[in-house]
Protein backbone atom coordinates (compact mmCIF):
# COMPACT_ATOMS: atom_id res chain seq x y z
CA UNK A 1 0.00 0.00 0.00
CA UNK A 2 0.76 3.53 -0.37
CA UNK A 3 2.34 5.25 2.47
CA UNK A 4 3.90 8.63 2.78
CA UNK A 5 6.38 9.43 5.70
CA UNK A 6 6.83 13.47 6.34
CA UNK A 7 9.40 14.34 8.82
CA UNK A 8 11.54 17.02 10.06
CA UNK A 9 9.11 19.51 11.51
CA UNK A 10 10.26 21.77 14.66
CA UNK A 11 10.20 24.77 16.52
CA UNK A 12 12.38 28.05 14.67
CA UNK A 13 13.02 31.40 15.22
CA UNK A 14 12.12 33.65 12.59
CA UNK A 15 14.68 33.53 9.90
CA UNK A 16 15.38 30.39 10.01
CA UNK A 17 15.56 27.20 8.31
CA UNK A 18 14.26 23.77 8.44
CA UNK A 19 14.39 20.86 6.12
CA UNK A 20 10.98 18.56 5.44
CA UNK A 21 11.50 14.88 4.28
CA UNK A 22 8.74 12.96 2.75
CA UNK A 23 9.89 9.06 1.97
CA UNK A 24 7.33 7.67 -0.37
CA UNK A 25 6.69 4.14 -0.48
CA UNK A 26 4.38 1.28 -2.42
CA UNK A 27 3.95 2.84 -5.10
CA UNK A 28 3.27 0.64 -8.27
CA UNK A 29 4.42 3.08 -11.03
CA UNK A 30 7.29 5.43 -11.12
CA UNK A 31 5.01 8.37 -11.99
CA UNK A 32 3.79 10.20 -10.03
CA UNK A 33 3.52 13.47 -7.88
CA UNK A 34 4.67 14.75 -4.61
CA UNK A 35 3.71 17.55 -2.99
CA UNK A 36 3.76 19.36 -0.22
CA UNK A 37 0.56 21.58 1.28
CA UNK A 38 -0.26 22.87 4.70
CA UNK A 39 -2.48 24.17 7.31
CA UNK A 40 -2.23 27.31 9.57
CA UNK A 41 -4.28 27.23 12.68
CA UNK A 42 -8.11 28.59 12.02
CA UNK A 43 -7.28 28.56 8.12
CA UNK A 44 -7.72 26.45 5.18
CA UNK A 45 -5.18 24.01 3.99
CA UNK A 46 -3.26 25.45 1.16
CA UNK A 47 -0.30 24.00 -1.48
CA UNK A 48 2.90 25.25 -1.27
CA UNK A 49 5.41 23.17 -3.24
CA UNK A 50 5.23 19.88 -5.58
CA UNK A 51 7.44 18.13 -7.92
CA UNK A 52 6.31 15.60 -10.22
CA UNK A 53 8.42 12.79 -11.48
CA UNK A 54 5.97 12.29 -14.56
CA UNK A 55 7.40 15.17 -16.05
CA UNK A 56 9.82 16.89 -13.49
CA UNK A 57 8.22 19.63 -13.39
CA UNK A 58 7.35 22.20 -9.94
CA UNK A 59 5.35 24.19 -8.61
CA UNK A 60 5.32 26.78 -5.47
CA UNK A 61 3.04 29.41 -3.87
CA UNK A 62 3.88 32.56 -4.51
CA UNK A 63 4.47 33.29 -0.72
CA UNK A 64 7.16 30.76 -0.83
CA UNK A 65 9.09 31.44 -4.14
CA UNK A 66 12.70 32.38 -3.28
CA UNK A 67 12.49 30.70 0.20
CA UNK A 68 11.52 27.15 -0.37
CA UNK A 69 13.29 24.84 -2.92
CA UNK A 70 11.50 21.63 -3.08
CA UNK A 71 14.00 18.78 -4.87
CA UNK A 72 13.70 14.88 -5.21
CA UNK A 73 15.65 12.19 -4.81
CA UNK A 74 14.34 9.55 -7.07
CA UNK A 75 16.79 6.57 -6.31
CA UNK A 76 15.78 7.21 -2.69
CA UNK A 77 12.17 7.99 -3.09
CA UNK A 78 12.80 10.87 -1.49
CA UNK A 79 11.32 14.36 -1.83
CA UNK A 80 12.51 17.47 0.88
CA UNK A 81 11.43 21.05 1.19
CA UNK A 82 14.17 23.69 2.27
CA UNK A 83 12.64 26.23 3.59
CA UNK A 84 14.92 29.22 4.22
CA UNK A 85 14.03 32.58 5.75
CA UNK A 86 10.81 31.34 7.35
CA UNK A 87 8.63 33.53 8.94
CA UNK A 88 5.95 33.27 11.76
CA UNK A 89 3.02 33.36 9.34
CA UNK A 90 4.87 29.56 7.95
CA UNK A 91 3.81 28.09 10.72
CA UNK A 92 1.68 25.22 10.08
CA UNK A 93 1.36 21.34 10.20
CA UNK A 94 2.84 20.43 6.65
CA UNK A 95 1.50 17.51 4.64
CA UNK A 96 3.06 15.77 2.34
CA UNK A 97 0.71 14.43 -0.60
CA UNK A 98 0.97 11.94 -3.88
CA UNK A 99 -0.72 12.57 -7.38
CA UNK A 100 -0.92 9.10 -8.88
CA UNK A 101 -3.70 9.12 -11.25
CA UNK A 102 -2.44 12.32 -12.50
CA UNK A 103 0.60 11.97 -11.79
CA UNK A 104 1.45 15.57 -12.73
CA UNK A 105 1.79 18.86 -10.12
CA UNK A 106 -1.53 20.30 -8.12
CA UNK A 107 -2.16 23.42 -6.31
CA UNK A 108 -5.44 22.22 -4.75
CA UNK A 109 -5.76 19.57 -1.80
CA UNK A 110 -8.81 17.84 -3.60
CA UNK A 111 -6.49 16.85 -6.73
CA UNK A 112 -4.37 14.37 -3.93
CA UNK A 113 -4.76 11.25 -3.52
CA UNK A 114 -2.74 9.71 -1.07
CA UNK A 115 -1.79 11.45 2.49
CA UNK A 116 0.58 11.18 5.11
CA UNK A 117 0.32 12.30 8.13
CA UNK A 118 1.35 16.15 8.94
CA UNK A 119 4.55 17.52 10.36
CA UNK A 120 4.14 20.78 12.47
CA UNK A 121 6.34 23.65 11.61
CA UNK A 122 6.25 26.59 14.21
CA UNK A 123 8.31 29.59 13.60
CA UNK A 124 8.57 31.92 16.56
CA UNK A 125 8.82 35.79 16.28
Known amino acids: DVQLQASGGGLVQAGGSLRLSCAAS????????IGWLRQAPGKEREGVSCISRADGSTYSADSVKGRFTISSDNAKNMVSLQMNGLKPEDTAVYYCAAKVISPWCGEYEYEYDYWGKGTLVTVSS
Open 26 to 33: GFTLDDYA
